[in-house]
């Protein structure tokens, strides 16, 4: 917005001031009202004419839309109404979500977002947010200091090289900042112009990108090395001397990059990466869900991960500080892991692995015992037969993984197995819940990545709990911009974990889902946001006084789709 005054306490209370008139005002995404402006804004702003005669309300327009958007035919086609609705009137796209989460989620969010991201080139008409390419090194200054960013504070950034289970989208992967950015404010209530959606072109190494006469980002091969370190470094520094107060969460980032750069920079600013820290919280959420539903201890669960890259990683970790809490010494809870890669379980002395994967690594000796199908590379179903796993987590990417055999051979050692399949997008699960449902006679507790339908099994209908980010990182950065963090510490994201396990169903009832519904999302970042807040307290890392205050602050900073009324400013 140019400007606005809010008078009083409550949103209905807020008056905007705007100095923009007739079509600069309609045109104004954070602006526009379409025909809800009264006849008083009309004469004001010099509407008549504009528009039409018809003075609306919020609930007209959201019947209007709904019923437009329920008339597109596939997902795709919706994707792409919701992001032209975003780009001409923000108050109705955010009244829309809210109003209907479970319906919208997983149109502008996973897993339609991952076609958006393929088809971005096709479909991009206005600008949101910041396209910083590699040719612009020297101009990253000059592009933050547009003064309609004057009220930024915080950003999601990406570089478009691990987007979703996708890979490569190069400049495409600004469909996952503006998705993202979009949760921020529909979940968890962050003003939308506090919020900065930006892309790092550096290139891309998907050929067929390259090869498309319409793709619109940097032509060129992915900067890598020492060249793409100075450019984040040009960025990071840019950003800190804009906002030195800014959330800076990093977001689909390749695992050779994703990790360092978290350690490079968690420390410099305030700062988390969704895809290491946001999986693990939810990930462990839903794990202490199991808990409770199983009645098995933490310290002795089983768990196995096929996919240990950086997600898996950052899930184990996690769970790992979970289990310490449990009682168990690192060592003992190290005993507890089984992470295998696309090479099988990952043993120590494994040529190529990384540092940290070492720590996870088990040893030859682990294996005593064991009968193993295969004298080169110990595979997820000799995992699952010998350790006799309690949780299964896919982060892999690779579709149909969790075969029959071995979910039936799991369903063989332990009543209730848990099993994740998390790879977004649905296309990448590696199973459906459908299928572990009917493997295991309906007795597995299940979470996926992305939305599936219910499914029936012996006359019960089963759901089945989405293990999604966006039950935490709404909820997270809300906490931390009410606390006025100044780092995002291991113990902020496990109280956010926490803080979402209990609110888990099977607290009182250990048949229910995992997770509370996807509907209550926005009801959820709440008591996430509360919990981080007070943790950074804990830990001397928020601005704000003490408990109290940050209550306050809370309290006052959500921002609700709501109409205001406007008044104007003179030029």
């Not at 996973?110 to 101009?139: A, D, H, M």
């Not at 963090?485 to 496990?494: G, N, P, R």
Request: charged share 25%; proline share 5%.
């Amino acid at each position: 917005m140019d400007s606005s005054s809010t008078l009083g306490s409550s949103a209905k209370a807020e008056v905007v001031e705007a100095r923009l008139s007739g079509y600069d005002l309609l045109l104004h995404p954070a602006l526009n009202k379409g025909t809800a402006f009264t006849e008083e804004e009309r004469d004001a702003f010099a509407l008549h004419g504009l528009l039409p005669p018809h003075v609306g309300t919020l609930e007209d327009q959201l019947e209007r839309r709904m019923k437009a958007f329920d008339g597109e035919t596939n997902s795709f086609d919706r994707y792409n109404f919701m992001r032209n609705l975003q780009d001409s009137n923000e108050t109705l796209f955010y009244a829309l979500i809210t109003g209907n989460v479970e319906k919208f989620l997983p149109i502008v969010y996973t897993p339609t977002v991952g076609e958006g991201c393929q088809r971005f080139s096709e479909t991009w008409l206005k600008p949101r947010g910041l396209f910083i390419s590699y040719p612009n090194k020297k101009r990253i200054d000059q592009m933050l200091a547009d003064p309609r960013y004057d009220k930024v504070r915080c950003i999601v950034v990406s570089d478009g090289e691990r987007i979703l289970g996708l890979g490569d989208q190069g400049a495409g992967g600004m469909g996952i900042p503006i998705g993202k950015m979009a949760l921020y404010t529909a979940l968890a209530g962050v003003h939308p112009e506090h919020c900065l959606p930006i892309l790092l072109d550096v290139g891309t190494d998907n050929e067929e990108r390259l090869k498309d006469p319409i793709y619109i980002g940097w032509r060129n091969k992915r900067v890598r090395g020492q060249e793409y370190d100075d450019f984040v470094e040009a960025f990071v520094s840019a950003v800190k001397r804009r906002w030195p107060h800014i959330l800076l969460q990093w977001e689909d980032f390749a695992g050779s990059n994703a990790n360092r750069l978290l350690e490079r920079y968690r420390d410099r600013l305030c700062t988390f990466n969704d895809d290491i820290q946001g999986t693990a919280a939810v990930a462990t959420a839903t794990v202490l869900g199991a808990v409770q539903a199983t009645g098995i201890p933490m310290k002795e669960q089983r768990i196995g991960f096929l996919g240990f890259g950086s997600a898996g990683i950052g899930i184990a970790n996690l769970l790992l500080a979970a289990m310490k809490e449990g009682g168990l010494s690192e060592e003992d809870a190290h005993k507890q892991f089984y992470p295998l890669d696309r090479y099988g379980l990952i043993l120590a002395g494994q040529a190529g692995l990384r540092s940290d994967q070492v720590r996870y690594a088990r040893k030859k000796s682990d294996l005593e015992g064991w009968t193993l199908s295969g004298s080169e590379q110990v595979s997820l179903a000799d995992v699952v037969r010998n350790a006799k796993l309690t949780v299964l987590i896919g982060v892999s990417s690779q579709a149909g993984a969790f075969t029959e055999e071995i979910v039936r051979e799991m369903a063989k050692h332990t009543d209730r197995p848990a099993i994740f399949p998390l790879s977004n997008p649905t296309s990448k699960s590696e199973a459906t819940p459908a299928d572990l449902t009917k493997w295991t006679n309906g007795r597995a507790l299940i979470g996926t990545g992305s939305p599936f339908p219910p499914t029936e099994i012996n006359g019960k209908t089963v759901e089945f709990s989405q293990t999604n980010n966006s039950y935490i990182f709404p909820g997270l950065a809300l906490g931390i911009l009410t606390s006025k963090a100044k780092h995002v510490s291991d113990a902020m994201i496990m109280a956010a974990a926490k803080a979402l396990a209990a609110l888990s169903p099977t607290l009182k009832n250990r048949e229910a889902s995992l997770l509370p519904p996807i509907t209550d999302s926005r009801k959820v970042s709440l008591p996430v946001a509360e919990a981080v807040g007070k943790q950074a307290i804990a830990e001397g890392l928020a601005g704000v006084a003490d408990e109290k205050s940050f209550e306050k602050e809370l309290r006052q900073y959500v921002w609700e789709p709501v109409y205001r009324p406007y008044v104007r400013l003179s030029n």
